[in-house]
């Protein structure tokens, strides 16, 4: 039963989360949702993204099953994304990107 969080990071610290719907019982879920942040101009190049791929267990506590980084201190395609979004304020602009397993 998997959601997206997203985190909006600034010096190690969450100031903002937001979180898709769950989609149960599906190991490939789709998400044709939009999340999102506002973020003062001042301040863009000083956040970043945290993008978790979380199984929600209703018992116990959920997993995180991995997770990416978007931001102007990510790596390849999570600063690529990045660059996109400050070159398009306001505009939606999708990518896919690899998650990482955490440790």
Not at 56 to 72: A, K, P, T
Not at 80 to 90: E, F, G, I, T, V
Request: with cysteine; proline share 6%.
């Amino acid at each position: 039963d998997p959601y997206v969080k997203a985190s909006l990071m600034a010096e190690g610290r969450r100031l903002k989360k937001r979180k898709t719907s769950i989609k149960k019982n599906t190991l490939n879920p789709s998400y044709n949702e939009a999340l999102v942040f506002d973020v003062p101009h001042e301040s863009v190049h000083h956040v970043s993204l945290t993008i978790a791929v979380v199984d929600y267990d209703c018992i116990g506590h959920n997993e995180v099953i991995g997770l990416c980084r978007v931001g102007s201190d990510a790596d390849g395609p999570g600063r690529d994304h990045w660059a996109q979004m400050l070159a398009n304020p306001r505009k939606p602009i999708e990518h896919w990107h690899t998650l990482v397993e955490v440790r």
